[in-house]
Protein backbone atom coordinates (compact mmCIF):
# COMPACT_ATOMS: atom_id res chain seq x y z
CA UNK A 1 0.00 0.00 0.00
CA UNK A 2 1.53 3.15 -0.69
CA UNK A 3 2.14 5.95 2.00
CA UNK A 4 0.04 9.04 0.96
CA UNK A 5 1.91 12.54 1.95
CA UNK A 6 -0.63 14.82 1.51
CA UNK A 7 -0.12 18.14 2.00
CA UNK A 8 -2.25 21.03 2.99
CA UNK A 9 -1.60 24.70 1.56
CA UNK A 10 -0.17 25.85 -2.19
CA UNK A 11 1.88 28.76 -1.15
CA UNK A 12 5.52 28.85 -0.80
CA UNK A 13 5.88 26.14 1.84
CA UNK A 14 3.57 23.37 0.45
CA UNK A 15 5.00 24.05 -2.73
CA UNK A 16 8.52 23.75 -1.59
CA UNK A 17 8.06 20.67 0.15
CA UNK A 18 6.41 18.40 -2.36
CA UNK A 19 8.86 19.82 -5.31
CA UNK A 20 11.69 18.98 -2.48
CA UNK A 21 9.83 15.42 -2.18
CA UNK A 22 9.62 14.61 -5.46
CA UNK A 23 13.22 14.68 -5.86
CA UNK A 24 13.90 13.00 -2.73
CA UNK A 25 11.30 10.51 -2.77
CA UNK A 26 11.74 9.63 -6.83
CA UNK A 27 12.52 6.05 -6.56
CA UNK A 28 9.66 5.21 -3.85
CA UNK A 29 6.97 7.44 -6.59
CA UNK A 30 8.04 5.49 -9.60
CA UNK A 31 7.59 2.13 -7.44
CA UNK A 32 4.14 3.65 -6.49
CA UNK A 33 5.20 3.03 -2.85
CA UNK A 34 4.50 6.59 -2.25
CA UNK A 35 2.10 9.30 -3.45
CA UNK A 36 2.61 13.43 -2.70
CA UNK A 37 -0.94 15.26 -3.08
CA UNK A 38 -1.21 19.02 -2.25
CA UNK A 39 -4.45 20.69 -2.26
CA UNK A 40 -4.42 24.26 -2.58
CA UNK A 41 -6.73 27.46 -3.08
CA UNK A 42 -5.66 28.83 -5.99
CA UNK A 43 -5.15 28.27 -10.07
CA UNK A 44 -2.08 31.00 -9.66
CA UNK A 45 1.12 31.19 -7.34
CA UNK A 46 2.12 34.69 -6.19
CA UNK A 47 5.41 35.42 -5.18
CA UNK A 48 3.97 37.66 -2.23
CA UNK A 49 7.73 39.84 -1.66
CA UNK A 50 6.88 41.30 -5.08
CA UNK A 51 3.54 43.25 -3.68
CA UNK A 52 6.30 46.02 -2.02
CA UNK A 53 7.31 47.23 -5.02
CA UNK A 54 3.16 47.53 -6.71
CA UNK A 55 2.46 50.71 -5.08
CA UNK A 56 5.34 52.21 -6.64
CA UNK A 57 5.06 50.84 -9.98
CA UNK A 58 8.24 49.02 -9.59
CA UNK A 59 6.67 45.63 -10.48
CA UNK A 60 4.48 44.18 -13.31
CA UNK A 61 1.92 42.41 -11.93
CA UNK A 62 2.16 39.77 -14.13
CA UNK A 63 5.94 38.95 -12.79
CA UNK A 64 3.95 38.13 -9.36
CA UNK A 65 2.05 35.12 -11.08
CA UNK A 66 2.97 32.03 -12.31
CA UNK A 67 0.47 29.01 -13.14
CA UNK A 68 0.17 26.51 -9.67
CA UNK A 69 0.24 23.59 -11.93
CA UNK A 70 3.31 25.10 -13.64
CA UNK A 71 5.61 25.26 -10.67
CA UNK A 72 4.85 21.85 -9.29
CA UNK A 73 6.22 18.82 -10.00
CA UNK A 74 4.28 16.74 -12.69
CA UNK A 75 4.54 14.14 -10.65
CA UNK A 76 2.75 15.83 -7.51
CA UNK A 77 -1.13 15.32 -7.33
CA UNK A 78 -2.80 18.81 -7.33
CA UNK A 79 -5.93 19.75 -7.00
CA UNK A 80 -7.36 23.53 -6.11
CA UNK A 81 -9.94 22.19 -3.78
CA UNK A 82 -9.43 24.17 -0.58
CA UNK A 83 -9.65 22.47 2.73
CA UNK A 84 -12.84 22.61 4.83
CA UNK A 85 -11.54 20.42 7.93
CA UNK A 86 -8.78 18.90 9.15
CA UNK A 87 -9.55 15.38 11.07
CA UNK A 88 -6.32 14.67 12.78
CA UNK A 89 -8.18 11.39 14.66
CA UNK A 90 -9.45 9.69 11.11
CA UNK A 91 -6.53 10.94 9.20
CA UNK A 92 -8.70 12.77 6.60
CA UNK A 93 -8.79 15.68 5.17
CA UNK A 94 -12.65 17.27 4.07
CA UNK A 95 -12.87 19.81 1.41
CA UNK A 96 -14.89 22.69 -0.31
CA UNK A 97 -15.99 20.33 -3.38
CA UNK A 98 -17.25 17.44 -0.59
CA UNK A 99 -13.99 15.66 -1.04
CA UNK A 100 -11.88 13.43 1.45
CA UNK A 101 -8.34 12.94 1.13
CA UNK A 102 -6.85 10.24 4.01
CA UNK A 103 -3.09 10.23 4.70
CA UNK A 104 -0.11 8.46 6.24
CA UNK A 105 1.51 12.05 6.88
CA UNK A 106 0.08 15.44 6.47
CA UNK A 107 1.41 18.77 6.28
CA UNK A 108 0.14 21.83 6.99
CA UNK A 109 1.09 24.76 5.22
CA UNK A 110 -1.88 26.63 5.09
CA UNK A 111 -0.24 30.04 5.74
CA UNK A 112 -1.90 33.30 7.65
CA UNK A 113 -4.33 36.11 6.21
CA UNK A 114 -4.98 39.90 6.59
CA UNK A 115 -7.87 40.66 9.26
CA UNK A 116 -8.15 44.10 8.78
CA UNK A 117 -11.54 43.71 10.04
CA UNK A 118 -10.36 42.90 13.71
CA UNK A 119 -10.25 46.69 14.68
CA UNK A 120 -12.95 48.81 14.14
CA UNK A 121 -12.22 51.15 11.09
CA UNK A 122 -9.38 49.94 9.96
CA UNK A 123 -10.86 48.48 6.52
CA UNK A 124 -12.71 51.48 5.77
CA UNK A 125 -10.00 53.68 6.67
CA UNK A 126 -6.50 52.06 5.68
CA UNK A 127 -4.19 50.97 2.71
CA UNK A 128 -2.35 48.06 2.83
CA UNK A 129 0.06 46.50 0.55
CA UNK A 130 0.19 43.12 1.75
CA UNK A 131 -2.40 41.72 -0.78
CA UNK A 132 -2.97 42.59 -4.44
CA UNK A 133 -5.80 44.32 -4.60
CA UNK A 134 -5.02 46.68 -1.06
CA UNK A 135 -1.46 47.33 -3.36
CA UNK A 136 -3.61 48.18 -6.14
CA UNK A 137 -5.68 50.48 -4.38
CA UNK A 138 -2.61 52.44 -2.58
CA UNK A 139 -0.64 53.17 -5.60
CA UNK A 140 -4.02 54.68 -6.51
CA UNK A 141 -4.14 56.46 -3.41
CA UNK A 142 0.12 57.75 -3.77
CA UNK A 143 -0.80 58.63 -7.59
CA UNK A 144 -3.39 61.34 -6.07
CA UNK A 145 -1.03 62.19 -2.66
CA UNK A 146 0.43 65.65 -3.35
CA UNK A 147 1.24 66.26 0.01
CA UNK A 148 0.20 65.60 4.35
CA UNK A 149 0.79 63.28 6.89
CA UNK A 150 1.24 59.74 6.56
CA UNK A 151 1.08 56.89 9.16
CA UNK A 152 2.93 53.85 8.61
CA UNK A 153 1.58 51.91 11.57
CA UNK A 154 2.59 48.06 11.92
CA UNK A 155 0.03 45.78 13.79
CA UNK A 156 1.04 41.88 15.67
CA UNK A 157 1.35 39.80 14.13
CA UNK A 158 2.36 39.94 10.67
CA UNK A 159 4.55 38.26 8.28
CA UNK A 160 7.31 39.93 6.63
CA UNK A 161 8.58 41.62 9.82
CA UNK A 162 11.28 44.17 7.81
CA UNK A 163 8.34 44.63 4.81
CA UNK A 164 7.12 47.82 7.31
CA UNK A 165 10.28 49.57 7.28
CA UNK A 166 10.91 49.29 3.28
CA UNK A 167 8.32 50.69 2.48
CA UNK A 168 8.58 53.84 5.08
CA UNK A 169 11.98 54.11 3.13
CA UNK A 170 10.45 53.39 -0.46
CA UNK A 171 7.37 56.10 0.75
CA UNK A 172 10.48 58.39 1.18
CA UNK A 173 12.43 58.23 -1.89
CA UNK A 174 9.04 57.70 -4.35
CA UNK A 175 7.74 61.05 -2.59
CA UNK A 176 11.13 63.07 -2.97
CA UNK A 177 11.41 62.03 -6.76
CA UNK A 178 7.89 62.94 -7.07
CA UNK A 179 8.84 66.58 -5.68
CA UNK A 180 6.37 66.60 -2.68
CA UNK A 181 8.71 65.02 0.13
CA UNK A 182 8.69 68.65 1.73
CA UNK A 183 5.32 69.17 1.78
CA UNK A 184 5.08 65.35 3.64
CA UNK A 185 4.84 63.60 7.13
CA UNK A 186 5.71 60.31 7.88
CA UNK A 187 4.95 58.92 11.12
CA UNK A 188 5.67 55.16 11.68
CA UNK A 189 4.19 53.52 14.64
CA UNK A 190 5.07 49.76 16.17
CA UNK A 191 3.60 47.99 18.55
CA UNK A 192 6.80 47.51 20.90
CA UNK A 193 8.87 50.48 22.51
CA UNK A 194 11.62 50.36 19.25
CA UNK A 195 10.97 50.64 15.25
CA UNK A 196 12.01 46.98 14.61
CA UNK A 197 11.38 43.36 16.57
CA UNK A 198 14.99 42.62 16.01
CA UNK A 199 17.03 45.27 18.37
CA UNK A 200 20.25 45.52 15.74
CA UNK A 201 17.52 46.54 12.85
CA UNK A 202 15.77 48.94 15.51
CA UNK A 203 19.17 50.12 16.26
CA UNK A 204 20.54 50.52 12.63
CA UNK A 205 16.32 52.14 11.57
CA UNK A 206 16.44 55.03 14.19
CA UNK A 207 19.34 57.09 13.02
CA UNK A 208 18.32 56.59 9.61
CA UNK A 209 14.55 57.89 10.15
CA UNK A 210 16.43 60.99 12.16
CA UNK A 211 18.63 61.49 9.53
CA UNK A 212 15.44 61.63 6.96
CA UNK A 213 13.18 63.58 8.98
CA UNK A 214 10.79 59.97 9.28
CA UNK A 215 9.26 60.73 12.68
CA UNK A 216 8.22 57.46 14.96
CA UNK A 217 5.67 56.55 17.94
CA UNK A 218 6.38 53.24 19.60
CA UNK A 219 4.24 51.35 21.61
CA UNK A 220 1.31 52.19 19.37
CA UNK A 221 -1.33 48.95 19.10
CA UNK A 222 -3.99 50.08 17.15
CA UNK A 223 -7.69 50.01 19.05
CA UNK A 224 -9.38 51.80 16.52
CA UNK A 225 -9.27 53.87 13.33
CA UNK A 226 -12.17 56.40 12.52
CA UNK A 227 -12.30 56.80 8.86
CA UNK A 228 -14.03 59.77 8.90
CA UNK A 229 -12.14 61.71 10.45
CA UNK A 230 -9.20 60.42 9.97
CA UNK A 231 -7.90 59.53 13.06
CA UNK A 232 -6.43 56.45 14.00
CA UNK A 233 -6.10 55.42 18.10
CA UNK A 234 -4.35 53.22 19.96
CA UNK A 235 -4.78 51.55 23.65
CA UNK A 236 -2.03 53.30 24.91
CA UNK A 237 -4.75 55.90 24.39
CA UNK A 238 -2.63 57.94 21.59
CA UNK A 239 -4.49 59.76 18.63
CA UNK A 240 -3.17 60.43 15.43
CA UNK A 241 -4.54 62.36 12.51
CA UNK A 242 -3.95 61.08 8.99
CA UNK A 243 -4.26 61.52 5.19
CA UNK A 244 -3.01 58.72 4.57
CA UNK A 245 -2.85 55.69 6.65
CA UNK A 246 -0.89 52.65 5.45
CA UNK A 247 -0.99 49.92 7.57
CA UNK A 248 0.07 46.57 8.40
CA UNK A 249 -2.82 44.55 9.65
CA UNK A 250 -3.14 41.95 11.91
CA UNK A 251 -2.80 38.06 10.71
CA UNK A 252 -4.12 34.86 11.84
CA UNK A 253 -4.25 31.65 10.32
CA UNK A 254 -6.31 29.86 8.17
CA UNK A 255 -9.79 29.39 8.99
CA UNK A 256 -9.57 25.99 8.48
CA UNK A 257 -7.18 25.65 11.16
CA UNK A 258 -9.55 27.15 14.02
CA UNK A 259 -11.89 25.28 12.71
CA UNK A 260 -10.34 21.85 13.19
CA UNK A 261 -9.67 22.91 16.26
CA UNK A 262 -6.30 22.92 15.75
CA UNK A 263 -4.63 25.99 17.27
CA UNK A 264 -6.48 29.66 18.25
CA UNK A 265 -6.29 32.18 15.72
CA UNK A 266 -5.48 29.81 13.26
CA UNK A 267 -1.60 28.87 14.78
CA UNK A 268 -0.69 25.18 15.17
CA UNK A 269 1.59 24.26 17.55
CA UNK A 270 4.35 22.98 16.44
CA UNK A 271 7.65 21.78 18.19
CA UNK A 272 10.41 24.48 17.24
CA UNK A 273 12.60 22.31 16.35
CA UNK A 274 11.09 18.88 14.83
CA UNK A 275 8.44 21.54 13.32
CA UNK A 276 6.00 18.35 14.19
CA UNK A 277 2.36 19.52 15.44
CA UNK A 278 2.99 18.90 18.97
CA UNK A 279 1.47 15.15 20.26
CA UNK A 280 1.98 13.97 16.71
CA UNK A 281 4.26 12.09 14.69
CA UNK A 282 3.25 12.39 11.36
CA UNK A 283 1.78 15.75 11.02
CA UNK A 284 4.42 18.07 9.92
CA UNK A 285 3.83 22.40 10.47
CA UNK A 286 5.95 24.95 8.14
CA UNK A 287 5.68 28.76 7.42
CA UNK A 288 3.30 31.00 8.56
CA UNK A 289 1.22 28.33 9.92
CA UNK A 290 3.37 27.46 12.56
CA UNK A 291 3.06 28.99 16.48
CA UNK A 292 6.55 29.32 17.15
CA UNK A 293 8.16 32.66 17.94
CA UNK A 294 9.53 33.18 15.12
CA UNK A 295 9.47 35.94 12.36
CA UNK A 296 6.78 34.74 9.94
CA UNK A 297 8.68 35.23 6.55
CA UNK A 298 9.57 33.32 3.15
CA UNK A 299 12.63 32.37 4.14
CA UNK A 300 11.17 31.11 7.30
CA UNK A 301 9.12 28.89 5.13
CA UNK A 302 11.78 28.03 2.55
CA UNK A 303 14.42 26.95 5.64
CA UNK A 304 11.85 25.04 7.44
CA UNK A 305 10.84 23.18 4.49
CA UNK A 306 14.25 21.92 3.90
CA UNK A 307 13.97 20.46 7.29
CA UNK A 308 10.68 18.91 6.41
CA UNK A 309 11.37 17.47 3.15
CA UNK A 310 14.65 16.15 4.57
CA UNK A 311 12.53 14.54 7.69
CA UNK A 312 9.87 13.51 6.15
CA UNK A 313 11.44 11.52 3.33
CA UNK A 314 14.00 9.97 5.74
CA UNK A 315 10.67 8.75 7.81
CA UNK A 316 9.29 6.93 4.61
CA UNK A 317 12.88 5.41 3.33
CA UNK A 318 14.55 4.77 6.76
CA UNK A 319 12.34 5.11 9.44
CA UNK A 320 13.85 7.95 11.23
CA UNK A 321 13.72 11.65 11.75
CA UNK A 322 17.11 13.44 9.62
CA UNK A 323 17.89 16.69 11.67
CA UNK A 324 16.68 19.64 13.69
CA UNK A 325 15.39 22.68 12.01
CA UNK A 326 17.88 25.15 13.56
CA UNK A 327 15.36 28.54 13.33
CA UNK A 328 17.53 30.39 10.60
CA UNK A 329 15.78 33.33 9.18
CA UNK A 330 17.01 35.67 6.05
CA UNK A 331 15.58 38.95 4.64
CA UNK A 332 16.84 41.33 2.76
CA UNK A 333 15.95 44.93 3.88
CA UNK A 334 15.66 47.53 0.75
CA UNK A 335 16.79 50.84 2.51
CA UNK A 336 15.48 53.04 -0.26
CA UNK A 337 14.79 52.73 -3.99
CA UNK A 338 18.66 51.95 -4.77
CA UNK A 339 20.09 50.59 -1.50
CA UNK A 340 19.67 47.28 0.27
CA UNK A 341 20.99 45.07 3.34
CA UNK A 342 20.48 41.82 4.56
CA UNK A 343 19.69 40.16 8.41
CA UNK A 344 20.11 36.58 9.27
CA UNK A 345 20.21 34.80 12.44
CA UNK A 346 18.97 31.50 13.70
CA UNK A 347 17.87 30.27 18.02
CA UNK A 348 21.39 30.98 18.56
CA UNK A 349 23.17 33.58 16.17
CA UNK A 350 21.48 37.17 16.68
CA UNK A 351 21.14 38.69 13.61
CA UNK A 352 24.17 41.58 13.10
CA UNK A 353 22.96 43.59 9.79
CA UNK A 354 25.24 45.31 7.28
CA UNK A 355 25.65 48.71 5.97
CA UNK A 356 23.09 48.83 2.70
CA UNK A 357 24.47 48.70 -0.65
CA UNK A 358 23.37 48.90 -4.24
CA UNK A 359 24.74 45.76 -4.47
CA UNK A 360 22.28 43.97 -2.35
CA UNK A 361 19.62 46.15 -3.57
CA UNK A 362 20.18 44.53 -7.20
CA UNK A 363 20.70 40.81 -5.37
CA UNK A 364 17.53 41.48 -3.76
CA UNK A 365 15.95 41.99 -7.37
CA UNK A 366 17.41 39.09 -8.69
CA UNK A 367 15.90 36.92 -6.21
CA UNK A 368 12.67 38.61 -7.12
CA UNK A 369 12.90 36.67 -10.36
CA UNK A 370 15.08 34.00 -8.88
CA UNK A 371 12.00 32.57 -6.74
CA UNK A 372 10.95 30.79 -9.00
CA UNK A 373 14.03 28.54 -8.92
CA UNK A 374 13.16 28.42 -5.35
CA UNK A 375 9.99 27.05 -5.35
CA UNK A 376 10.55 24.56 -7.79
CA UNK A 377 12.86 23.35 -5.32
CA UNK A 378 15.96 23.82 -7.91
CA UNK A 379 17.87 26.61 -5.62
CA UNK B 1 -12.40 29.77 34.20
CA UNK B 2 -9.09 31.34 34.11
CA UNK B 3 -6.95 29.58 30.95
CA UNK B 4 -3.01 30.54 31.52
CA UNK B 5 -1.16 29.81 28.17
CA UNK B 6 2.56 29.45 27.98
CA UNK B 7 4.68 31.23 25.05
CA UNK B 8 8.25 29.30 24.91
CA UNK B 9 9.78 32.63 23.45
CA UNK B 10 13.15 31.39 24.76
CA UNK B 11 15.95 32.38 21.68
CA UNK B 12 13.34 34.21 19.87
CA UNK B 13 14.69 37.16 18.19
CA UNK B 14 12.19 38.09 15.94
CA UNK B 15 9.41 38.72 16.62
CA UNK B 16 10.75 38.75 20.38
CA UNK B 17 8.61 38.36 23.56
CA UNK B 18 6.78 41.24 23.76
CA UNK B 19 5.60 40.97 20.61
CA UNK B 20 4.66 37.39 20.87
CA UNK B 21 2.39 38.23 24.50
CA UNK B 22 0.76 41.20 22.07
CA UNK B 23 -0.02 38.93 19.48
CA UNK B 24 -1.27 36.20 21.83
CA UNK B 25 -3.74 38.55 24.28
CA UNK B 26 -5.97 39.20 20.97
CA UNK B 27 -6.52 35.14 21.30
CA UNK B 28 -7.70 34.72 25.03
CA UNK B 29 -10.55 36.27 26.71
CA UNK B 30 -9.90 38.85 29.51
CA UNK B 31 -9.20 37.59 33.06
CA UNK B 32 -6.86 34.55 31.18
CA UNK B 33 -2.90 34.94 31.80
CA UNK B 34 -0.77 34.49 29.56
CA UNK B 35 3.07 32.72 31.08
CA UNK B 36 5.90 34.15 28.37
CA UNK B 37 9.66 32.41 28.95
CA UNK B 38 12.39 34.35 27.67
CA UNK B 39 16.00 34.45 27.78
CA UNK B 40 16.07 38.16 26.54
CA UNK B 41 17.16 40.20 29.89
CA UNK B 42 15.04 43.14 27.99
CA UNK B 43 12.06 41.09 28.50
CA UNK B 44 11.64 41.41 32.59
CA UNK B 45 11.90 45.58 31.73
CA UNK B 46 9.97 45.83 28.67
CA UNK B 47 6.82 43.89 29.34
CA UNK B 48 6.05 45.05 32.59
CA UNK B 49 5.86 48.96 30.93
CA UNK B 50 3.96 47.97 28.33
CA UNK B 51 1.71 46.47 30.63
CA UNK B 52 1.46 49.11 32.82
CA UNK B 53 0.60 51.24 30.02
CA UNK B 54 -2.20 49.48 28.43
CA UNK B 55 -3.28 48.54 32.12
CA UNK B 56 -3.32 44.60 31.86
CA UNK B 57 -2.10 43.01 35.31
CA UNK B 58 1.51 41.58 35.92
CA UNK B 59 0.68 38.58 37.92
CA UNK B 60 4.83 37.99 38.49
CA UNK B 61 8.43 37.94 37.21
CA UNK B 62 10.70 34.89 38.19
CA UNK B 63 13.83 34.08 37.23
CA UNK B 64 14.94 30.70 37.13
CA UNK B 65 18.68 30.23 35.46
CA UNK B 66 18.51 32.49 32.53
CA UNK B 67 15.28 32.20 31.66
CA UNK B 68 12.31 34.65 32.66
CA UNK B 69 9.16 33.68 33.73
CA UNK B 70 6.72 36.72 33.33
CA UNK B 71 2.65 36.28 34.17
CA UNK B 72 0.13 38.65 32.35
CA UNK B 73 -3.37 38.99 32.91
CA UNK B 74 -5.42 40.30 30.35
CA UNK B 75 -7.49 43.31 31.92
CA UNK B 76 -9.42 44.76 28.57
Known amino acids: ?46 YQPGLLYVPFGRIREKELFRDQRSVLDRRIVFHIDPATKIDIAAKSVATESGNTFEYDYLVLATGSRLRPDTIPGMSEGAHWFYDLEGARKMREALDEFDGGKIIVNVNA ?5 VAPL ?27 GRLHALEPVANWAQPEFDKAGIKYETFFNTKSVDAEKKIISSEEESDLEYDMLVTIPPHHGAAVISDSGLGAGGWVPTDRETLLHNGTDNIFVCGDTTNIPISKAGSTAHFEAD ?4 NLASLVTEGRMARKYDGKVFCFIETGMDEGTYVWFNYQTPPNPGPPSQMVHWFKLAYNRLYWLSARGLL | MTQRTTIDARGSFCPGPLMELIAN ?11 VLSTDEGSAKDIPAWVKKVKHEMVGIDQKGDVWHVVVRKMK
Open chain 1, 1 to 46: MAKKILIVGGGLAGTIIANGLCRQLGKELRANEVTITVIGNDEQHM
Open chain 1, 157 to 161: PHKCP
Open chain 1, 166 to 192: EITFMLRDYLQSRGVWDKTEIIYTYPI
Open chain 1, 307 to 310: TIID
Open chain 2, 25 to 35: LKLVEIGDEIE
